[in-house]
């Protein structure tokens, strides 16, 4: 195969995050050309970057979806709740208030 350079390949797709009690996830769908390149073990960060897969610190390959070999799946632990940033409570407006 005449591997091009990884910058040259179509588009690597992010998913939105999502998570539970203890981690947030995200998929990453890599260009279908990559899927003969990608090793088939679990990715170490240098590996993933590598790839042309950019990403804030702390995201770790967790595993493949099964299916489509070219998605990656990435988790990341979520800080104790007790840590976690409060989402700001929201503020009601009475739309009546000023119709008199």
């Known amino acids: 195969m005449d591997q091009q350079p990884i910058q040259q390949i179509q ?3 992010y998913s939105t995050k999502y998570s539970d009690d203890t981690y947030e996830y995200r998929h990453v769908v890599l260009p279908s050309q990559l899927t003969d390149i990608v090793p088939r073990h679990l990715l170490a960060e240098h590996e993933w970057r590598s790839l042309g897969l950019q990403q804030s610190r702390g995201w770790i ?3 493949f979806y099964g299916p489509e070999k070219n998605v990656l799946l990435f988790r990341r632990k979520l800080p104790p ?3 976690r940033p409060v ?3 929201p503020v009601l407006v009475d739309s009546e ?3 008199t």
Do not use: F, V
């Open 87 to 89: 989402a700001p409570a």
């Open 81 to 83: 709740p007790a840590e």
């Open 97 to 99: 208030a000023g119709d």
């Open 61 to 63: 390959h967790y595993g």
């Open 11 to 13: 588009h690597i797709t």
